[in-house]
């Protein structure tokens, strides 16, 4: 009796408080207002972003009962993103970032049987469909990225991109580049991924196909890691990365590219766009991805831009409307022209722009073979962030190649294992 | 000898009138009902996410999907073997020792100095103490913009003295030093202002006392001084250390725990196994070990504060 009205005061508050925390409901992700909450993951002055709005608007005034709320990138996208997965406070559309399959398939709908899925890109394939033939998200574009270059710097150091088919060529041209003055490689080690794209872009070319079967299998393959982590510290020690490497930000790597600082950035080619914003002049295009075996040189792609629809949507029949609607050809070829890329879907078109020239000439006419993003296929889930930091201690001279490798092999090890 | 009979007085008479127990029980009631609210967030904020984490580190959640498998001591028996966590502690016992020793030397010297009376002192304590006032993410973003390569502050003069820039960041060594330099400079006024009050509750007749037998300076300071600024010791060394040993925000802006894993602290690593490598069972159980080190450091330090202060 003596505490019993603190003790019941106490339970209603806590009641209450919790009754708060857990309010979830059914319709996991909408908006207060019944609205279909998109999750663009664009950044709030993107061209793809703008151009989104402006077809969503046309949707919307062809559906006036359906209200969507597009929202803009933030910083911690993917952070807010777990987040709200693990939290059950799911958004009704999001941007799948390359992980619609491998990171988002549990909480999306399957879309194979939408009527748009017959004009789904062959190349996205690899990167996007399970093994039924299922896959998670509408595709804007198609990512393809080779090694991005400035003519104009190539030029004054005598070398053609033409000529470079191994990884010797590229360090002929590398060593020629140096020899002028200018950086032949330039990466930003402050932000997290430039450096891992360096690891992820050599990979694929380090491995027979069996060996990248044993990788999809849980079985790490090491030596030929270690072959690309050897090259990546042969580049270090004759001095091919900027300076800057430990401060600089993927700004900096912008403006060296489009300022003649710099020969090569191994990036998406959305950082062409960007370079160009600092000097619109700058000759800059892409090139194929030399092997480390005797194999062909690639570029690499698959999943950039693509949205996925939340099973626990409480709008699912008007998120697949709305996903339908960005499908249709013209708007499809006017987001995809906006992202500066590819379009998702065969029956679109784009003109790519600055990009435009290299792509004809190696996926057009070439036909380069295209391989998948190495972590995202053939690492488990989670590994990206280890390639990035291990190939950051070994351009920093903070790990050995043999370190950086137990590294890689010990979290391919519990990830993987934490995966089954 | 004559048996003596002492009979203790008792708190309360045998019976309390009825009016007054319930009296007292209301009043304890009402009490009780006002500090509810902030129990009740410490159980929300603090106890709640305690015992799930300590629930989560033995398991192998990726931090977002909905199942999860329990994995037993696995994580904890993974921290042993893992090199990177090894490095990681050895750096946040730096952060954290390195941090409390510099403010500690510094806060005590900068409070003597500033216990004088002498012109300005009010406006030179203020100033001391304003980076305290200050988010350490701004502190961090100050002092990247000084130490940054190619536009940093430091630079320019090293480069207008005709020498090469330095990439004072991007040795790991050198990086540490910076950060624990960083943090002193933000917190050394909070040790500053505690020892102030120690100095300032010291009774002047001691050190008037002393002087008649002939103590002076360094003699008053090493039989007077310190042993009476023990408490003072004791909370100021306490608060820095957790502080440090927790220390996340200036490391994230200064370094991003680079290069490689080598600046990184327990609490930042934490962050980048739980959200990064999606392993939020691991991330989880490196917490737990976090918790027990600050515990630990704590618990040690007050029994060896408080052992000095009785033989004081």
């Known amino acids: 009796m003596k505490s019993g009205f603190t003790l019941l005061a106490a339970g209603v508050v806590i009641s209450l408080s919790l009754a708060g925390c857990g309010a979830s409901g059914d319709a996991a992700g909408s908006s207060g207002d019944g609205s279909i909450e998109v999750q663009t993951g664009l950044a709030v002055d993107s061209k793809l972003l703008s151009t989104l709005k402006e077809v969503t608007n046309s949707f919307q005034q062809a559906n006036p009962t359906v209200k969507i709320n597009l929202v803009p990138n933030s910083t911690t996208y993917e952070k807010d993103m777990k987040v709200r997965l693990a939290s059950g406070n799911v958004p009704d559309i999001w941007w799948t970032h390359g992980w619609s399959r491998d990171r988002y398939s549990k909480f999306l709908l399957p879309l194979q049987n939408e009527a748009w899925a017959t004009n789904f890109n062959p190349a996205l394939s690899d990167a996007m469909k399970d093994s039924t033939g299922a896959f998670y998200a509408m595709p804007i574009d198609t990512d393809i990225a080779g090694i991005i270059y400035n003519k104009d710097v190539l030029d004054k150091a005598g070398v053609s991109v033409g000529t470079i088919k191994t990884w010797g060529d590229f360090e002929t041209a590398a060593a020629a580049v140096k020899a002028h003055g200018v950086t032949p490689i330039t990466v930003s080690g402050k932000a997290n991924g430039p450096a891992g794209n360096l690891t992820d872009w050599i990979s694929p070319g380090a491995y027979t196909k069996d060996e990248l079967a044993q990788l999809k299998n849980g079985t790490f393959v090491g030596d030929k890691y270690k072959t690309v982590l050897d090259l990546v510290a042969k580049w270090r020690d004759q001095g091919y990365f900027n300076p800057d490497y430990a401060s600089a930000a993927t700004t900096d790597m912008d403006q060296a590219l489009a300022q003649g600082q710099a020969a090569f950035i191994f990036s998406q080619n959305n950082r062409i766009n960007n370079a160009l914003q600092y000097n619109p002049k700058a000759n800059l295009g892409f090139m194929p991805i030399p092997s480390l075996t005797s194999g062909p040189s690639y570029l690499v792609g698959g999943e950039m831009n693509a949205y996925g629809i939340s099973k626990t949507s409480a709008h699912t029949e008007d998120a697949k409307k709305y996903l339908a609607y960005l499908a249709e050809p013209a708007n499809e070829s006017k987001l995809a022209q906006s992202a500066g890329s590819a379009p998702g879907l065969t029956n679109a078109t784009a003109n790519m722009g600055a990009v435009q020239a290299s792509y004809d000439q190696w996926m057009t006419q070439a036909k380069t073979t295209l391989v998948p993003y190495f972590d995202r296929v053939y690492l488990p889930n989670g590994m990206w962030n280890t390639m990035v930091t291990t190939t950051d201690s070994i351009i920093t001279k903070q790990s050995s190649v043999d370190a950086a490798l137990g590294q890689v092999e010990s979290d391919f090890k519990s990830l993987y294992g934490q995966g089954k | ?312």
């Open chain 2, 1 to 312: 000898m004559a048996e003596t009979l002492i009979t203790k007085p008792s708190p309360l008479p045998a019976t309390t009138p009825p009016h007054v127990a319930r009296r007292r029980r209301r009043k304890g009631g009402l009490v009780n009902l006002l500090y509810m609210p902030a129990l009740l967030l410490f159980a929300v904020f603090t106890v709640y996410p305690l015992i799930n984490g300590v629930g989560l580190s033995f398991t192998n959640w990726d931090g977002y999907s909905p199942e999860k498998a329990m994995v037993g001591l696995a994580n904890y028996t993974r921290l042993f073997s893992d090199d990177t966590f090894r490095m990681v502690l050895t750096n946040t016992v730096v952060y954290g020792l390195g941090s409390t020793l510099f403010q500690q030397v510094f806060g005590l010297g900068l409070a003597m100095a500033l216990d004088r009376p002498l012109r300005g002192r009010n406006a030179a304590r203020a100033v001391i103490y304003l980076p305290v006032l200050v988010s350490p993410v701004i502190m961090g973003t100050m002092y990247y913009l000084l130490f940054g390569y190619n536009n940093g502050a430091f630079n320019d003069v090293v480069t207008a003295l005709g020498m090469d820039r330095v990439a004072w960041l991007s040795n790991s060594t050198a990086a540490i030093a910076i950060i624990v330099a960083v943090n002193t400079l933000q917190f050394v006024g909070i040790s500053m202002i505690i020892y102030l009050a120690g100095l300032q509750s010291i009774p002047s007749e001691y050190y008037e006392a002393s002087m008649l037998d002939g103590a002076r300076g360094w003699k008053q300071f090493t039989n007077i001084t310190l042993p009476l600024l023990q408490p003072a010791f004791a909370t100021s060394i306490v608060l820095n250390l957790i502080g440090g040993l927790k220390l996340f925000d200036v490391i994230k802006v200064m370094t991003g725990g680079g290069p490689g894993y080598s600046t990184n602290s327990v609490s930042t690593l934490i962050g980048v196994v739980y959200f990064d490598n999606q392993s939020a069972g691991y991330a989880s159980a490196m917490g737990v070990v976090l918790f027990l080190m600050i515990v630990l450091f704590t618990l040690v330090l007050n029994s060896l504060l408080n052992r000095h202060r009785l033989e004081a």
